[in-house]
């Protein structure tokens, strides 16, 4: 069980802000967020995680709701290397990492 | 600095058969996990090493089994194989066995096909 609830796919155009969304209403107060993404034939990535505040990285930023119960990657600049399945994973306390089906983001030339 | 190797690649087996697939973790990282990828779908948890012992462990079953040297690199064992697990098979480092603050890191993955 992931915990986490994606949109299966998104589509963005090339140099356009990419805003990906993902819920996780049932999150307890000690559980991070991570975001990772995976490009084709490669293993996942790590983009950025964060707890409470908005947290802000060379990749991407990360925008966490007041209430904790969703938050948003944002890609500042899609570029066509942007192309990849984006997860959002709720971690807490010292359990391995759970993925789900992520996003898969298309951009366009 | 070399990041997360796993071999091999590409490997196929029949059903029944057993196999072994090999990690080695990013410099200076000590705990490994590993994840079943099936083809269109998340990487699934199936355990992780931490000081050469089993910490955690996904709901996979005791066909699936693993190994942590003293170098920290790791292996998995799969008896039995079948269909069903083909898949891609990603092994990840890290600093620390938790996950809430440390990043992992992962390999490209041994894509195993069963016939």
């Known amino acids: 069980d992931a915990k986490t609830t994606q949109p299966n796919s998104m589509e963005s155009n090339e140099e356009e802000p990419v805003h990906l969304p993902c819920n996780h209403s049932t999150i307890s107060g000690t559980d991070y967020i991570h975001w990772y993404r995976q490009l084709p034939s490669q293993g996942p990535e790590y983009v950025i995680h964060?707890?409470?505040s908005n947290v802000n990285n060379r990749m991407a930023s990360l925008a966490i709701a007041e209430d904790r119960k969703s938050s948003t990657l944002i890609l500042h600049r899609a570029t066509l290397r942007d192309a990849a399945v984006y997860y959002c994973v709720r971690t807490s306390g010292n359990t391995p990492l759970v993925f789900g089906k992520g996003t898969r983001l298309s951009v366009i030339a | 600095d070399a990041g997360v190797t796993q071999s091999p690649t590409h490997l196929i087996k029949t059903r029944g058969q057993q196999v072994t697939l090999r990690c080695s973790p990013k410099s200076g990282h000590d705990t490994v996990s590993w994840y079943q990828q099936a083809l269109g779908q998340g990487p699934q948890f199936i355990f992780q090493y931490y000081e050469e012992e089993e910490r955690q462990r996904g709901n996979f079953p005791d066909r699936f089994s693993g190994h942590q040297f003293p170098n920290y690199s790791s292996e998995l064992n799969v008896n039995a194989l079948l269909l069903g697990d083909s898949a891609l098979y990603l092994c990840?480092?890290?600093?620390?066995?938790?996950?809430?603050?440390?990043?992992?890191?992962f390999g490209e993955g041994s894509r195993l096909t069963v016939l």
């Open positions: 964060g707890l409470t």
């Open positions: 990840a480092s890290s600093l620390e066995p938790g996950g809430n603050t440390g990043e992992l890191f």
